[in-house]
């Protein structure tokens, strides 16, 4: 059965840092790119990192690039969100998604809320 479940979410100030985590399991985690969405109140949801299979590539929406850090460990079936200079626009359910090679599967994680406050 396939698993994706994220943590590390929840209240942070203006400014301050948070790590998300996003363990996976029941699938070939190292064949498949895996990033990072997010989607806040009244808006889409959009993306926000993207990290390659080997995580030798990454990209950013321009509105976190300079902020945010995606990275994988392989080794420990998981993906990270470095997130520093927290702003309030930041505050959004945030979403771990892996995406096979191919494109034909992907898998979406439940969602940690990121609230970013004084």
């Known amino acids: 059965q396939v698993h994706l479940v994220e943590s590390g979410g929840g209240l942070v100030q203006p400014g301050g840092s948070l790590r998300l985590s996003c363990g996976v399991s029941g699938f070939s985690f190292s064949l498949y790119a895996m990033s990072w969405h997010r989607q806040a109140p009244g808006k889409e949801r959009e993306l926000v990192a993207v990290i390659n299979l080997r995580g030798g590539n990454t990209n950013y929406a321009d509105s976190v690039k300079g902020r945010f850090t995606i990275s994988r460990d392989n080794a420990k079936n998981t993906v990270y969100l470095q997130m520093n200079t927290l702003k309030p626009e930041d505050t959004a359910v945030y979403y771990c998604?892996?995406?096979?090679?191919?494109?034909?599967?992907?898998?979406w994680g439940q969602g940690t809320q990121v609230t970013v406050s004084s």
């Open positions: 998604k892996a995406q096979s090679g191919d494109g034909r599967r992907d898998y």
